[in-house]
Each structure stands twice: as structure tokens, then as C-alpha cells.
């Protein structure tokens, strides 16, 4: 751990992301629109994109992921219930719209939950903090490496 620099647990850093937060600092603010991130956290300057191009690729998995998990046990519930006679065809057009309505309802909540996953593989370093508030585009500059 990096002097002068204070980590966040794992389970800090998730729940500020389900929070739709800052999962570093726990700030608000984080999206321009509902679909949008800003560049930088707007409480601790913390660039959203940990200086990678493709970096939110891992975002979009996990999205896909916890849409079809939650799916799948809603619709293994309601074949349940309805045993033994469930409705095939409406349980294929329901999931079907519900697939695409879930992706979008989960997708901010999947690249904040991203973020914090990241932090807590990669913790932050006062380095890359100072990195973060210089700014520019994310391609100006290389993230230190440390």
C-alpha cells in the first residue's frame, strides 16, 4: 500500500459501485447521462478509464453475464411454477425482451461495479492518482506502470 494513499475494502468498493458511485472515493456524479460516464470522478479526479482504450470490454462481459444469470433463474423459477405445462413460446419472447431491456438497465451499474473490481486487483497508487488528475485525452499519456 502506497503512503498517503487509504485503500477501500473489497466490499467498500462494491457496494459504492452498486450505489452507482465513485468506488475509490465513494463520490457522486459519476455520469454525464444515463449511458454516459464522465472522463473524471468529479470528488477525487480519478479518470474513469484506468488508461486503457478497450477498457471497459471486461464492463460489457459482466453486464452480459449478470443479465443472463438473472434471467436464467427467473425464467428456471417460472418453469417451476408452471410445471408441467409451461409456456414455451411465451417464455421465449419474454426473455427475449427482457434480455435487451436488462442490458440496458444493468449497464451502468455493470461499469461502475467494473471499476471496482479493477480497483480491487489493481489498488490505486499515489502515482497513478497523480496521473489521473493531470488529465488530457487517455491517449496522451501512458499509465504508469508500477
Not at 36 to 61: I, M, N, Q, T, W
Not at 73 to 101: E, K, Q, S
Request: charged share 15%; aromatic share 14%.
Amino acid at each position: 500500500m502506497s503512503s498517503g494513499l487509504r485503500h477501500a475494502t473489497v466490499w467498500q468498493l462494491l457496494t459504492r459501485a452498486l450505489r452507482l458511485r465513485c468506488p475509490h472515493c465513494g463520490g457522486r456524479g459519476l455520469f454525464a447521462s444515463f449511458f454516459a460516464l464522465k472522463r473524471h470522478c468529479p470528488s477525487c479526479g480519478l479518470r474513469l478509464e484506468r488508461g486503457e482504450g478497450d477498457y471497459f470490454v471486461g464492463a460489457y462481459l459482466f453486464n452480459l453475464i449478470a443479465v443472463e444469470l438473472i434471467l436464467f433463474f427467473c425464467v428456471l423459477g417460472f418453469v417451476f411454477v408452471t410445471w408441467p405445462n409451461p409456456p414455451w413460446d411465451l417464455i421465449t419472447y419474454v426473455t427475449a425482451c427482457l434480455m435487451l431491456a436488462g442490458c440496458m438497465l444493468c449497464y451502468p451499474f455493470a461499469k461502475t461495479t467494473w471499476l471496482a473490481v479493477d480497483l480491487a486487483i489493481r489498488p490505486l497508487t499515489v502515482e497513478e492518482l497523480e496521473w489521473h488528475h493531470v488529465g488530457g485525452d487517455p491517449g496522451d499519456r501512458e499509465l504508469p506502470q508500477l
